[in-house]
């Protein structure tokens, strides 16, 4: 078995300057980072590049044009196996999520590399009470399409996944490439037979004044988070017996 590598992937689209704190806090804490520029066109791009001439630990990516939150990480993915990376740890570009614990997470994943490492969010005063609702259905529907496989969050991008198991489960189908990307990552890998450990990790929602930045839509978002768990669950019909007989038999991703 090849040693197991490891980056901090970073998918970024009009964050204003929190991507710079997100870059600069993930650098403190780990040697390689990437980031994946998504068709920004706030300039970010330019500052990134910038920052990246100077510190060679940093790389940008970009696309031409706004692909999509899991078009980005594919992209970053593809380019980080061709260079010998086995996983990378996904982090959000607004400065939600917390770089100190990437050694954690990245020792973690270390130990165990058939594993995916999760991010469990542990909210504070801040968190919308509408999102951490959301978040329970997402994750009861989850929980259903992986017969209770230990997933403790279904939504929370601060994770660290083997790069060729999730290359492997997002090509050949055209979903995942959006805000659908996280749920149904951790529901495929799972299918797959990756088993999930949970590791508690804060989660911070800033206001508008503090730079924060949103892109999901509850209308637009919650349409395709829903149409995600149609079609998972239909594929979880199917695959249900086997399914069902590895969970008797303790077989990945149900082994203690
Ligand atoms: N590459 C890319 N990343 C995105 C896009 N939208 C969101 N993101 C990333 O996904 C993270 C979460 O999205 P965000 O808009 O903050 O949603 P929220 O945190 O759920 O409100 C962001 O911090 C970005 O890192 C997109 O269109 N393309
Ligand atoms: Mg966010």
Redesign the pocket.
Known sequence: MTAARHLVL????N?GPKVYETVRAALAQWHDVWV?V?GSTDGTAEGLQRLAAEDQRLRVLLLPQ????G???LLGLHAALAEGYTHALTM???G?HPAELIPHFMQASAERPDTMVLGRPVFDASAPLL?VRGRRVSNWWTNLETLGAGIGDSLY?FRVYPIAELIAVMQGQPWMR??DFDTEAVVRLAWRGVKPVNLDAPVKYLKAEEGG????RYGRDNVLLTWMHTRLMLEFLLRLPLLALRRVRRRPPFQP
């Open positions: 970073i998918p970024s689209y964050t994946v998504d706004n692909r999509g939150k078009a980005a990480v959000d570009s607004d939600q999102r991008g959006r805000f930045v949103s892109h999901f």
